[in-house]
C-alpha cells in the first residue's frame, strides 16, 4: 500500500506544475468505481471527465485491446488496416456524414483534433479575403497554441501570446452570430453544450441560427462534440437534438472509452479542402485506438447505451432535485452530461464533500458541479449516487 504521503511527495517532486496535486492514486478500476492506493472504493460519476464511456475494465474493451496489441499495434501512415477502415466507416454512419461525402482524419486527442479543424477553416479561404475565425466565449477547445487560441477565455492563452492571429469570440446569443458572421468568416466554432464552463447549454434556437448564417456566407460550421458525442448527450452527437447538420465536427473524449484518439469529421464540400501532404500525424488512425473506438461504438450499439444515457440523465436530474435543497439552484445539460448549478460559490467544498463520501465528480467553476457518469450506469449506481450526493448536499453549512 502507497500511503497518500508517500505518492504525493514523488509527485510534486517529478511532475510538471502544469496542474495541482491530484486527489488520490487509482489503482485499479470495475464498471462504474474506482479504488485508490489506501483501499477506497469510490463511485466515479466523472468517468475521466467523460472519457470512460464504458466505465472502467469492460470486457468488450479489453478483449477488443488484447486481441489488436497480439495482432497490429502500429504501422505507420504508409499502411492501412481494418479497424482503421471499420471506424472511419462506422464514424461516417452514424453521423450522418456518409452521405454527403463527408470524410475522417484520426489523430490522438480532443486538442489535436481542434487543431486539425482549425488548418481546415484557413483552406476554406480561396481568394485571400475569408481571414476572421468566430469562436464563444466561456469555451473550451484544447491547450495546443491553435486549440487554445479558439477556446474563449483569455487567462488560459494570455501568458502564451503571442497567439494565431484572425480569432475573434463573441457571446452565445443569437445577436452576437448577426453581428458577427458576414463573407469574411472561414469558420464559426461552438460547443454545442459548453462542458468545460460548468455544462452550459445555447440558446434556443442558437445552433440552427448558426447553421442557417454560416451556410449563407460560405464559413464552415465547426461543432466541437469533443465532450458532448458519442452518446453522452442522449443522442450520438449533439447537434442531432437540433435537427442541424455541421461542416465538421471534433471528436475524442469518450471515442474509445479512455484510449488516446481524436477524430475530425468532415460533411459534404469540406471534405474536400484538404488535399495530399496538408496534414499529417504519426500516431493518428493506428489499428490500436481505432480498434479500441469500434469496441466501444460497437457496444454502445448493441447495447443500447444512447437511450441510456438520456433515460438516466433524466433519473438523475429528478433525483437532484428532488433533493429540494436550498444549495442546488438548477440542473443543466443533457442526458449523462450535467451540470449542477449552486446558489452559493461553494463548488468546491462540495466537491470535496463528496469525496469524503466516495463519489466522484469535478467542480469545474465555483458554482457548479459536473458529473458525467459511464454510459453503463444503471439502477444500483444511480441508487449509490442519491445516497452519496445527498450525504454530501447535507453535509454543508447552507449558508
Ligand atoms: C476535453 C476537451 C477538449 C480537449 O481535448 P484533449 O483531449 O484534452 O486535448 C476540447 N474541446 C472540448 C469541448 C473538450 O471537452
Known amino acids: 500500500m502507497t500511503t497518500n504521503a508517500q505518492w504525493t511527495e514523488r509527485f510534486d517532486a517529478t511532475l510538471m506544475k502544469t496542474i495541482s496535486t491530484p486527489q488520490a492514486l487509482l489503482t485499479r478500476g470495475e464498471g462504474c468505481y474506482v479504488w485508490d492506493s489506501e483501499g477506497i472504493r469510490y463511485l466515479d460519476f466523472l468517468a475521466g471527465i467523460a472519457v470512460n464511456s464504458l466505465g472502467h475494465a469492460h470486457p468488450a474493451l479489453v478483449a477488443a485491446v488484447t486481441e489488436q496489441v497480439s495482432t497490429l499495434v502500429h504501422v505507420s501512415n504508409y499502411f492501412s488496416t481494418q479497424p482503421q477502415l471499420d471506424l472511419a466507416e462506422r464514424l461516417l454512419r452514424l453521423t450522418g456524414a456518409r452521405d454527403g461525402g463527408g470524410r475522417v482524419y484520426f489523430?490522438?486527442?480532443?486538442?489535436?483534433?481542434?487543431?486539425?479543424?482549425?488548418?481546415?477553416?484557413r483552406l476554406n479561404n480561396p481568394n485571400g479575403s475569408r481571414t476572421r475565425i468566430i469562436a464563444m466565449t466561456n469555451s473550451f477547445h484544447g491547450?495546443?497554441?491553435?486549440?487554445?487560441?479558439?477556446?474563449?477565455?483569455?487567462?488560459?492563452?494570455?501568458?502564451?501570446?503571442?497567439?494565431?492571429?484572425?480569432?475573434?469570440?463573441?457571446?452565445?446569443?443569437?445577436?452576437?452570430?448577426?453581428?458577427?458572421?458576414?463573407?469574411?468568416?472561414?469558420?464559426?466554432f461552438i460547443e454545442p453544450i459548453k462542458g468545460e464552463a460548468g455544462v452550459l447549454e445555447l440558446p434556443e434556437g442558437f445552433l440552427r441560427h448558426a447553421r442557417e448564417l454560416t451556410?449563407?456566407?460560405?464559413?464552415?460550421?465547426?461543432?466541437d462534440e469533443i465532450q458532448t458525442g458519442v452518446g453522452r448527450t442522449g443522442e450520438w452527437f449533439a447537434y442531432q437534438h437540433e435537427g442541424v447538420v455541421p461542416d465538421a465536427i471534433t471528436l475524442a473524449k469518450g471515442l474509445a472509452g479512455g484510449i488516446p484518439i481524436g477524430a475530425l469529421v468532415t460533411f459534404g464540400w469540406a471534405s474536400d479542402l484538404f488535399s495530399k501532404g496538408q496534414h499529417g500525424s504519426t500516431f493518428g488512425g493506428n489499428p490500436f485506438a481505432t480498434s479500441a473506438a469500434n469496441a466501444v461504438l460497437?457496444?454502445?450499439?448493441?447495447?443500447?447505451?444512447?437511450?441510456?444515457?438520456?433515460?438516466?440523465?433524466?433519473?438523475?436530474?429528478?433525483?437532484?432535485?428532488?433533493?429540494?435543497s436550498p444549495l442546488v439552484s438548477e440542473v443543466r445539460g443533457r442526458g449523462l452530461l450535467i451540470g449542477i448549478g449552486l446558489e452559493q460559490p461553494v463548488a468546491a467544498q462540495?466537491?470535496?464533500?463528496?469525496?469524503?463520501e466516495g463519489l466522484i465528480v469535478n467542480a469545474p467553476n465555483e458554482s457548479s458541479i459536473r458529473i458525467a457518469p459511464p454510459l453503463i450506469v444503471g439502477d444500483a449506481e444511480i441508487d449509490d449516487f442519491a445516497r452519496r450526493f445527498g450525504a454530501a448536499l447535507e453535509s454543508l453549512p447552507t449558508q
Open 143 to 188: 491547450r495546443t497554441m491553435g486549440a487554445m487560441t479558439l477556446t474563449g477565455k483569455p487567462a488560459m492563452s494570455d501568458p502564451f501570446v503571442p497567439l494565431p492571429g484572425g480569432v475573434e469570440h463573441i457571446d452565445s446569443t443569437i445577436e452576437a452570430l448577426d453581428a458577427a458572421i458576414d463573407d469574411s468568416v472561414a469558420a464559426v
Open 215 to 223: 451556410e449563407r456566407c460560405g464559413a464552415l460550421l465547426v461543432l
Open 107 to 121: 489523430c490522438n486527442s480532443g486538442t489535436e483534433a481542434n487543431e486539425a479543424a482549425f488548418k481546415l477553416a
Open 350 to 356: 462540495l466537491h470535496a464533500a463528496a469525496f469524503r
Open 298 to 324: 460497437e457496444h454502445i450499439e448493441t447495447a443500447g447505451l444512447v437511450e441510456n444515457a438520456a433515460r438516466r440523465g433524466a433519473q438523475l436530474r429528478e433525483i437532484i432535485l428532488g433533493f429540494d
